[in-house]
């Protein structure tokens, strides 16, 4: 199926590492125009590279912290003046640090609302305008499962998550009538297929506490117990259904939580 992505500009926030670099190359393969804005710029750079072979698209990387706004309101702005629109925008950027509630410093939980919930807010203040502008947008978040369950050591990280749902289906409502379309695709366990997929700054760091936890065969086994098809997923398991909401097959489809997780929530 062609998803009529040639030419189309996407922005991929986290674009760098793990699911967000399967979203840009996605789209990249699909001959769209990518914008990788990342906090990483080693791994951010050598993604870009790789992307700029796959099709006829351009990749560029922007260095943006999506905590910031006037960072994200500046990558904005260059996007459009380098592609002259903004068709796409994947908030995917996201971070969090299992433990125990009483356990973790208020700085973790900082963290955790920084980019998770005021990182789409930031952006999607900031390519709202040039989409209504244009009468056309696709705005999809990458949520969690644990926003729809709440997960245990993730109470924080589990809010914030529920919070993008709730954001999106209100901004939903408020900007239907300029033809804009937000979803949210929720992905459960999401392992990275080689350690070369996840930069410095990556959960999935080949020696971040997170692997560290999943590279437990025991561990592993026990956790995927609770999903019905029985594995965790890769990157590529979460990229088709990312693309089809980012294109106009999907049109009539706005305000929806995706669940794309082995059926962990239902
Ligand atoms: N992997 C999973 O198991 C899983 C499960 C459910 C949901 N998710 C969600 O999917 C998204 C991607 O997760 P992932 O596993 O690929 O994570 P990851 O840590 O591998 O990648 C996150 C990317 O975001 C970048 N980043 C971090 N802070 C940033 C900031 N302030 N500004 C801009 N970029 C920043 C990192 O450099 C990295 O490239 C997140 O929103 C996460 O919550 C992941």
Redo the contacts with the bound molecule.
């Keep these: 199926m062609d998803l009529g992505l040639r030419k189309k500009t996407a922005i991929v926030?986290?674009g760098?590492?793990?699911?967000?670099k399967a979203i840009a190359e996605g789209f990249a393969k699909e001959n769209a125009n990518v914008v990788v804005?990342?906090?990483?710029k080693k791994?951010a750079r050598r993604v870009v590279k790789t992307l700029n072979n796959m099709g006829d698209g351009e990749a560029i990387f922007i260095d943006?912290?999506?905590?910031d706004a006037s960072q994200v309101e500046k990558m904005a702005s260059e996007t459009l003046e380098r592609f002259g629109q903004i068709d796409i925008l994947i908030n995917?950027?996201?971070?969090?640090a299992n433990d125990l509630f009483l356990n973790k410093p208020v700085s973790d939980f900082e963290k955790e609302i920084a980019?998770?919930l005021w990182?789409p807010i930031n952006c999607i203040r900031s390519v709202a305008p040039a989409m209504i502008q244009r009468s056309y947008g696709k705005i999809i978040t990458?949520?969690?499962?644990?926003g729809r369950v709440g997960e245990y050591q993730e109470a924080v990280y589990s809010a914030c998550?529920g919070g993008v749902n709730m954001l999106s289906k209100a901004l939903a409502r408020e900007f239907g009538k300029h033809n804009l379309n937000i979803n949210v695709v929720s992905?459960?366990?999401?392992?990275?297929e080689s350690p070369d997929d996840?930069?410095d700054?990556?959960?999935?760091h080949k020696d971040s506490h997170q692997s560290q936890i999943f590279q437990n065969e025991e561990v592993l086994k026990k956790v995927v117990r609770r999903y019905p098809l029985r594995r965790a997923a890769v990157?590529n398991d979460i990229v088709p259904i990312v693309l089809l909401l980012a294109s106009d097959k999907s049109s009539y489809t706005t305000g929806q939580v995706i669940s794309v997780s082995g059926g962990y929530a239902m």
């Design positions: 926030t986290g760098a590492s793990t699911i967000g804005a990342d906090v990483d791994q943006t912290d999506v905590t995917n950027a996201g971070w969090t980019i998770n990182g990458i949520g969690s499962d644990a998550k992905p459960g366990l999401t392992l990275p996840a930069g700054d990556s959960l999935w990157p």
